[in-house]
């Protein structure tokens, strides 16, 4: 195991240096690494590119010119449940008005209002992927309608209401 940091790739002879032997490597796409010609040159030994996000769309057409002998996988679902928290956080955070009862708070002024409801929503989820699959499941168990978008359009066993993605304005 050795790690490349990127200032070992800050020119093509330093580059080749570092990444002559490498045959895995994981990595973040982005930078000097978009060009996929560059690992072809430098990484002739390279045989699997592990992507440290999710998102893969952006370079697959890419990796797909480095042939069979390179295997590329991405880290779908990684940061799924850590995601949808987030997502439902502000969801609660926005229904709730905790922004307005904090800043009350802080000027130790007391205003009556009411905190919206969240369960008999209905909530709306642009991609039933990993994301989307774990921001229903808790949605749900909060009591809301789910209607979902999918690329395939196949139903979701989790949204009540599957949208084609052509159908959205």
Same mark, same amino acid.
């Given at each position: 195991?050795?790690?490349?940091?990127?200032?070992?790739?800050? *020119?093509?002879?330093?580059?080749?240096?570092?990444? %002559?032997?490498?045959?895995?490597? /994981?990595?973040?796409?982005?930078?000097?690494? #978009?060009?996929?010609?560059?690992?072809? %040159?430098? @990484?002739?030994?390279?045989?699997?590119? #592990?992507?440290?996000?999710?998102?893969?769309?952006?370079?697959?057409?890419?990796?797909?010119?480095?042939? *069979? #002998?390179?295997?590329?996988?991405?880290?779908?679902?990684?940061? @799924?449940?850590?995601? @949808?928290?987030?997502?439902?956080?502000?969801? /609660?955070?926005?229904?709730?008005?905790?922004?307005?009862?904090?800043?009350? #708070?802080? =000027?130790?002024?007391?205003?009556?209002?009411?905190?919206?409801?969240?369960?008999?929503?209905?909530?709306?989820?642009?991609?039933?992927?990993?994301?989307? =699959?774990?921001?229903?499941?808790?949605?749900?168990?909060?009591?809301?309608?789910?209607?979902?978008?999918?690329?395939?359009?196949?139903?979701?066993? /989790?949204?009540?209401?599957?949208?084609?993605?052509?159908?959205?304005?």
């Amino acid at each position: 195991f050795r790690r490349v940091l990127f200032r070992s790739l800050a *020119d093509d002879a330093t580059a080749r240096a570092a990444l %002559a032997d490498v045959e895995v490597l /994981l990595t973040w796409w982005g930078g000097r690494w #978009q060009r996929v010609e560059d690992l072809s %040159a430098f @990484a002739p030994r390279l045989r699997w590119v #592990q992507l440290g996000s999710a998102g893969s769309d952006a370079v697959l057409e890419q990796m797909e010119r480095l042939g *069979d #002998q390179v295997v590329f996988t991405n880290a779908a679902g990684i940061n @799924a449940s850590v995601i @949808a928290e987030c997502v439902v956080g502000y969801i /609660l955070l926005f229904a709730k008005r905790w922004l307005e009862a904090r800043r009350n #708070q802080a =000027e130790h002024r007391y205003a009556r209002f009411m905190p919206g409801v969240v369960e008999g929503s209905t909530v709306g989820i642009l991609g039933m992927g990993h994301i989307g =699959e774990e921001v229903a499941r808790r949605m749900r168990a909060l009591g809301c309608r789910i209607v979902g978008t999918r690329r395939s359009g196949a139903p979701h066993p /989790l949204a009540d209401e599957m949208v084609p993605v052509a159908e959205l304005p």
